[in-house]
C-alpha cells in the first residue's frame, strides 16, 4: 500500500523526528527500566501483588522492587484513573473493574499526593472550570494548548520521568510540537519542550518533605458521625442540611452516606444516599443519588481536614461536569452549630423574618439571639434541632456592613449584610461558555447568577470595600452580540431559563441557518432588576461553541 504523503511526513516525524514507532509493551517495559536505572537510589517499591500482576507484565520489576515508569511518579486517584484507562484504550490491557480499582486504591494511597499538593491542584479533581493562575507562564503557555494546568500540578515525577512524559505526548500526539512543544522555525535549544521539563522536574519531583511528612503518618480518617452541611448552588442559592456518615463494614476507608439538605431560597428538600471512599488519608471521593429513579447521582469530590472536623469540595454533574454544588461539612457535637442565614442580607428600616439554619438549635430563645446593634430580636416565631425562624426588626439609622451572629455560646461570622440601598448588579460569571449538543455527544450547559452589591464606604463600584449582597432574582433574557453584519446567533444557540440557566440548541449542521451552518455563535446574556425607583441592569458574554470530541473518559451517551 502505498502512502500518502501527509501519511508519510506522520511517519517520518515519528521514527526520524522522535524515535519512537509503535510503542509495544517490551519496548516500554525496556524504556522504563532505563529510566529507573538512570533514578538510581529515587522510586517507590511496589510489593502488592495485584498491582505487580496486572501492570507488571509491561512494566518491568527491578531488584528493589519498583515498578517501570509506575514507580516513578505520584498521583491524585484520578491521575492513576485516567492511566489506567489510557492503557486499555491504547495499550490492549485487559483488567477487570474490580482489580483496576484495587489498583487505583493502592497507588492513590501509597504513590499519592500530600494535602499540601492535592490542595493547589484541587480545582482540577473538583472538575472546576475557572482558570487558574500559575507562577511561569511559559510553562503554562506549553501545557494549556491541550489541557488544564492542573493535570500537571496534580502529578510528582523524577527529571527523567518528566522528560519520558512529554516523549509520550509526542508519540501520541505528533501535531504537540507544532502546537507547543517547539517554536516554530527555530532548531536552537532550549525549546519550550526543554523549559517545561526542566521547571516541572524541580517544581514538581517525586520526593519532597510533604509527602515524607504524610506519607509517614498516614492513616484513614475517623469521620463516623453526623456533619453540618452548607453549600452553594450557583444560581439557585444557599443550601444548608446534615449529612449521616456510616463506616462500611470491613474496610476503614469507605464510608456510605444519608444526605438531607433545602435550599434555602425556594424551600426545595432534597435527600440523597450514597458510597464513598477516602484516599491517602483525606482524599474523599463518592457519589450519591436522589431516590430511585436517579441513575447518575452527583460525583463528590472533597478533602478531609487533618483534625478531621471538615471537609471541602465539590459534588457534581453533567456531560461536562459543569451543574453542581460547592459544599462544605462541619462535624457535629453536643454544642449548637449555625451553619447559615437566610436571607443574608437585610436593608435598613425593615421588619425582616430570618431564619437560622443549623444543629442543636431546638432550645433557641428570643434571649439567645443576639444581631449587634441596630437589629433587635423582638420573637423568636419557632425553633427546631436545624432551623430557628426569627422575627428582627431593622432601625432606620442601623450602620451599614457586615454582621456576626451569637447564638447563646455559637456564633456564625459575617453571617448578615445590612444596607441601605443596591447599588448595582452584576452576572457572574462575566463571561461564559456552552457547547452544543444532544445527538452522539453530551450538552454543555452554563449557568449565570445576578447578584446585587452596595459600592462600600467610597461610593465606588468594583472597589475593594463594595458588600455583596447575594443572589437576586432577576429576569433574564439574551441579546445579539453583534461581531458581524446579519448576525443571527441569537436565533439559533439556544435558550436561558428563570433561574440563569442556558441550555444550547442541537449539535449538527442546521438546515435552516444561512450556510447550513452549526448552532454556534455568541450572545449576551442579561440580568434585570427592579431596586426601587429603579431598573437595575448588568450582562456577561456567553460563547455558544462545538462539542468537546476528544475525551477519554467516554459519556453516558457515547457508549455503545
Not at 433557641?364 to 449587634?372: E, Q
Amino acid at each position: 500500500m502505498r502512502l500518502p504523503p501527509v501519511a508519510i511526513r506522520l511517519h517520518c516525524l515519528l521514527v526520524v523526528g522522535l524515535g519512537l514507532v509503535t510503542v509495544t509493551p517490551s519496548m516500554a517495559a525496556a524504556q522504563g527500566t532505563a529510566a529507573a536505572a538512570e533514578a538510581d537510589e529515587s522510586g517507590i517499591p511496589i510489593p502488592d501483588a495485584t498491582v505487580r500482576e496486572a501492570c507488571g507484565s509491561c512494566h518491568a520489576p527491578d531488584d528493589a522492587g519498583r515498578l517501570s515508569r509506575i514507580s516513578f511518579r505520584r498521583t491524585t486517584p484520578e491521575g492513576w484513573q485516567q492511566t489506567i484507562r489510557r492503557m486499555v484504550m491504547l495499550n490492549d490491557l485487559t483488567i477487570a473493574p474490580e482489580t483496576a480499582r484495587e489498583v487505583v486504591r493502592y497507588l492513590a494511597n501509597n504513590l499519592g499526593l500530600a494535602p499540601e499538593e492535592a490542595g493547589p491542584a484541587a480545582f482540577e479533581a473538583e472538575r472546576r472550570s475557572d482558570d487558574q493562575a500559575y507562577e511561569d507562564a511559559d510553562v503554562k503557555q506549553t501545557c494549556t494548548t491541550c489541557h488544564s494546568m492542573g493535570r500537571v500540578v496534580s502529578q510528582r515525577r523524577t527529571a527523567e520521568e518528566w522528560r519520558l512524559v512529554t516523549a509520550m505526548h509526542r508519540g501520541y500526539y505528533p501535531f504537540t510540537d507544532f502546537q507547543a512543544f517547539r517554536r516554530s522555525g527555530e532548531n536552537d535549544e532550549p525549546q519550550p519542550v526543554d523549559h517545561a521539563v526542566e521547571h516541572l522536574s524541580e517544581r514538581f519531583p517525586l520526593e519532597s518533605p510533604e509527602w515524607s511528612a504524610w506519607s509517614a503518618t498516614m492513616r484513614a480518617p475517623r469521620i463516623a458521625g453526623i456533619w453540618a452541611l452548607r453549600g452553594h448552588a450557583p444560581g439557585v442559592g444557599a443550601v444548608y442540611g446534615q449529612v449521616t456518615i456510616t463506616p462500611t463494614p470491613g474496610a476503614d476507608d469507605e464510608f456510605t452516606t444519608d444526605t438531607s439538605y433545602v435550599y434555602a431560597r425556594d424551600g426545595r428538600r432534597v435527600t440523597r444516599v450514597g458510597q464513598a471512599i477516602v484516599y491517602t488519608g483525606f482524599q474523599w471521593r463518592g457519589r450519591s443519588l436522589e431516590g430511585a429513579n436517579d441513575t447518575d447521582g452527583l460525583r463528590e469530590v472533597m478533602f478531609v481536614d487533618r483534625d478531621w472536623q471538615s471537609m471541602q469540595g465539590r459534588w457534581f454533574t453533567g456531560g461536562y461536569d459543569e451543574i453542581g454544588l460547592d459544599i462544605a461539612l462541619e462535624r457535629v457535637g453536643t454544642a449548637p452549630v449555625v451553619t447559615g442565614v437566610h436571607p443574608a442580607s437585610i436593608q435598613v428600616g425593615q421588619t425582616v423574618t430570618l431564619q437560622l439554619y443549623g444543629e442543636h438549635l431546638a432550645s433557641a430563645t428570643t434571649a439567645d439571639l443576639d444581631l449587634g446593634p441596630g437589629l433587635e430580636v423582638l420573637r423568636v416565631v419557632s425553633a427546631t434541632a436545624g432551623l430557628v425562624t426569627a422575627e428582627v426588626r431593622v432601625d432606620g439609622d442601623a450602620r451599614v456592613g457586615r454582621r456576626d451572629l451569637f447564638l447563646d455560646q455559637t456564633s456564625l461570622a459575617d453571617a448578615l449584610m445590612v444596607y441601605d440601598t443596591v447599588s448595582r448588579i452584576a452576572v457572574t460569571p462575566d463571561a461564559g461558555m456552552a457547547r452544543v449538543g444532544g445527538v452522539r455527544v453530551p450538552k454543555q450547559f452554563q449557568q449565570f447568577e445576578a447578584r446585587a452589591y452596595h459600592d462600600g464606604p467610597d461610593g465606588e463600584a468594583n472597589t475593594d470595600d463594595d458588600l455583596d449582597l447575594g443572589l437576586v432574582d432577576a429576569t433574564w433574557a439574551l441579546e445579539e452580540y453583534a461581531a458581524t453584519f446579519g448576525d443571527d446567533d441569537l436565533r439559533y444557540v439556544g435558550a436561558i431559563d428563570g433561574q440563569g440557566r442556558f441550555t444550547p440548541a442541537l449539535d449538527g449542521p442546521n438546515a435552516e441557518r444561512n450556510g447550513n451552518r452549526n448552532n454556534v455563535g455568541d450572545v449576551w446574556v442579561v440580568a434585570t432588576y427592579p431596586a426601587g425607583s429603579r431598573t437595575l441592569r448588568a450582562r456577561a458574554h456567553l460563547l455558544v461553541t462545538v462539542p468537546n470530541y476528544l475525551r477519554w473518559d467516554p459519556t453516558a451517551v457515547e457508549r455503545p
